[in-house]
């Protein structure tokens, strides 16, 4: 009984110190920096006598939902709201459909080098930097330097100056956003393909089942659950935006802010002009209050369509 114990202890050690990392991660950079809410209702200011943090906080002036309005009066309030939620929604919609679609062809490419080969490669954008693809697509779309505007000089076409023209950023934000995480996703839906018994594929092959209807009634039923819980999960930032896609891959240019400006973007450059951090907190949980609610509701909608989809 004493070595059974002994042994049951040992093994409890072990998957303790393995999730110790994420939980340790988890409590300092996710529990811990909550106790900074107060900060979205005081009017922050620093003592130059006394530096300390929690002494400054605590002897800031309460200020109420006064830092929240700074989201809505704002000339610009509209403008932000509507890329942000905009942008989010094809980017879930598109988020969806693409990458199963390419999880659904890779799984039909019968040679493993091949497959192994373009999965590599759409996976590897997941790993730049913002900032990199930003530069990636200056090297296209610059002015003098880039690659498009030359060629539309050398046909005798008129040159486009992408940087202070809004019209195409829509779509070129869309496409750098795909280009970048579509791969990430595409390896998540394959992985669950990959999961599912062969025999279900042999047997509606034996009845007669195209590959489009294996697709349809075996492939996305089984997928049905990953493409609910990742639904919920990015509805639940529809509030935010990715700010290094709508910062940098912009060069930050002003002439787009109507097509490139987002809530995010919005709270960081008020930030930078007024050094308030009371607003830049009352944004931040603003959206994530906002996105808690939106997460409730797509779990309930989920959970009464499909209970088996849901988070919880």
Known sequence: MASNRIEKHKKTLVLLTMVAPAAIWLILLRYLPMGGIILAFKDYKINPRNPSFISNLMNSKWVGFKNFEFLFKTNGAWIMI??????????IILGVIIPVAFAVMMNELTRKFVRKSYQTMMFFPYFLSWVVVSYFLNAFLDAQYGM??????????????????????????VFANLWKNVGYSTVLYLAAITGIDASQYEAAAIDGATKWQQMRYVTLPHLRTMICILFIMNVGRIFASDFGLFYNVPMQNGALFSVTQTIDTYVYRAYIATGDPGQSSAAGLLQNVLGFVCIMTANGIVKKIDPDSSMF
């Open 148 to 173: 498009i505007p030359a060629m539309q000089e050398a046909a005798g076409k008129e040159v486009t100056s992408w940087y202070t023209t809004p019209g195409p950023w829509p779509y070129l934000l």
């Open 82 to 91: 509507r890329n942000t939620l905009a942008y989010n929604v094809v980017f």
